[in-house]
């Protein structure tokens, strides 16, 4: 099984109004966000599912932003936001995709569609979960 980093994908159904704590769900996530399949990364910079879109060993901001809009636990989404505030490299913006090892390799210096997400996901935590953000 692949997991694109692009949206929709397995790992969005919960996004797309599915149970988060459906069985089948939790194991496909957990298998998804493994490197078990051949497009998730781990290195020095961060973890995360890429794409072909963007090669070996690129991590997508949009996955992450996923992987934390779809989780319940604190300390997953704190990592994650931890990796996207690495990843935008004071550059206040989200990547297209970013380097596991280098945040200063990455492309495309504005990604909307990131953007957009990443928004998105602090007006979802404000919600679920002040205390991560405030």
């Known amino acids: 099984m692949m997991n694109d980093a692009n949206y929709p994908s397995p790992l969005s159904t919960p996004f797309l109004g599915y149970n988060t704590h459906n069985a089948l769900y939790q194991r496909t996530r957990a298998f998804l966000l493994s490197d078990r399949t051949p497009w998730f990364f781990s290195g020095k910079a961060g973890k995360g599912i890429g794409s072909p879109h963007t090669g070996k060993n690129m991590i997508w901001p949009l996955a992450l932003i996923m992987q934390a809009l779809t989780s319940h636990d604190d300390s997953e989404i704190t990592e994650v936001l931890e990796t996207l505030k690495r990843s ?33 996901l602090i007006t979802d935590l404000a919600d679920r979960k002040p205390h991560l953000i405030f």
């Open 88 to 120: 935008a490299h004071n550059m206040c913006f989200m990547h297209e995709a970013f380097n596991m090892d280098n945040v200063t390799d990455f492309t495309r210096p504005w990604f909307t569609w990131a953007n957009s997400f990443f928004g998105l």
